[in-house]
C-alpha cells in the first residue's frame, strides 16, 4: 500500500475543526488540485464559490439544516454544476445560433460528473495536507433560497458544499459494503447476503461510535433515509433554471 492508496483508505467526514485558517497558497493549491481531474469533453461544467461572508455562511448553516460546520469550518465551499459559462461562451459570443442543447438530461449529468470529479480531487488534495473535509449535501434542503442567496444565474445549480480546516477529532472510519457487493463482472448480479453481513458490520460500528446510545444497521439507516425528507423540490429548481428539461 503507498501513501496514496493510505491516505485514501484513512478517509473520514469531519465535523469539529480548529480555528486555524487555512492559507492563500493552500486554498489555492486545493483548488487547482480539483481542476486537474477528468473532465468530459473539457467542458469543465462547474464553479466553486467560496463562502467568507458571516452572514451568508450563517444562513447557508439554517439552510443545511442547522449543521454548525457549515458556519465554523475554517473553508466553506459551495460546488455548483454550471452550464452558464458554455452559454456565454458559445451563444453568447454567437459562435452558433440559439438553442436548448443545454437543457438536455445529458449535459446536467455531464456537469455534476465534472464538479464531483473536481471535488474529489480536492478532497484529497486537501487530506494530503492533514486538513479534514466534509461534504454537506444538505444545501438542497432548501435549493430555491441557495440560489438566491448566492445569486446563482441561469444554468447553474448548486450540488452540495464542502467544509475544510484541521481536524479536532478523529471520527471510527465507517466500514463499507464489501467489494464483492459493488463489484460485478460482465454483467449485474445481486446477492443478499453481503448486505447481510453488512448490517452487522454497521451495527457494530454504529454502536462503538455512538458508546452504545444508538442501534441499527444499514438496511435501518437506509429506510429511515428513504422515508425521510426528499428535496422534492429539485426537479423544479433546475426547469427554472433551464436545466434537466429534455
Known amino acids: 500500500m503507498n501513501d496514496t492508496i493510505k491516505l485514501l483508505m484513512e478517509h473520514s467526514s469531519i465535523r469539529k475543526y480548529a480555528d486555524t485558517p487555512l ?18 469533453s473539457n467542458m469543465q461544467a462547474y464553479s466553486i464559490i467560496r463562502i467568507t461572508d458571516k452572514t451568508i455562511r450563517q444562513e447557508l448553516m439554517k439552510l443545511s439544516g442547522q449543521q454548525q460546520h457549515v458556519e465554523e469550518a475554517p473553508e466553506f465551499l459551495v460546488w455548483c454544476a454550471d452550464l452558464s459559462r458554455i452559454h456565454h461562451a458559445t451563444i453568447g459570443a454567437k459562435l452558433i445560433a440559439p438553442n436548448d442543447h443545454l437543457e438536455l438530461a445529458e449535459h446536467f449529468i455531464i456537469a455534476a460528473v465534472d464538479a464531483a470529479l473536481a471535488a474529489q480531487n480536492s478532497a484529497v488534495a486537501a487530506e ?18 441557495v440560489a438566491e442567496l448566492l445569486q446563482l444565474p441561469r444554468y447553474v445549480a448548486p450540488l452540495f458544499g464542502m467544509c475544510i480546516g484541521y481536524p479536532l477529532e478523529q471520527p471510527i472510519l465507517r466500514p463499507r459494503l464489501p467489494i464483492a457487493a459493488v463489484l460485478h463482472e460482465n454483467h449485474y448480479t445481486s446477492n443478499d ?40 423540490d429539485v426537479l423544479t429548481f433546475l426547469h427554472k433554471q433551464n436545466l434537466l428539461k429534455k
Open 23 to 40: 492559507t492563500s497558497d493552500q486554498l489555492h493549491t486545493i483548488i487547482a488540485a480539483g481542476q486537474q481531474a477528468s473532465t468530459s
Open 128 to 145: 494530503s495536507m492533514g486538513l479534514g473535509i466534509l461534504y454537506v449535501g444538505g444545501i438542497r434542503n432548501h435549493i430555491h433560497q
Open 193 to 232: 447476503s453481503h448486505v447481510a453481513q453488512y448490517n452487522d458490520r454497521m451495527a457494530a460500528y454504529v454502536f462503538d461510535r455512538s458508546g452504545g446510545r444508538q442501534q441499527f444497521n444499514w438496511s435501518e439507516a437506509m429506510a429511515k433515509r428513504l422515508e425521510g425528507k426528499q428535496r422534492d
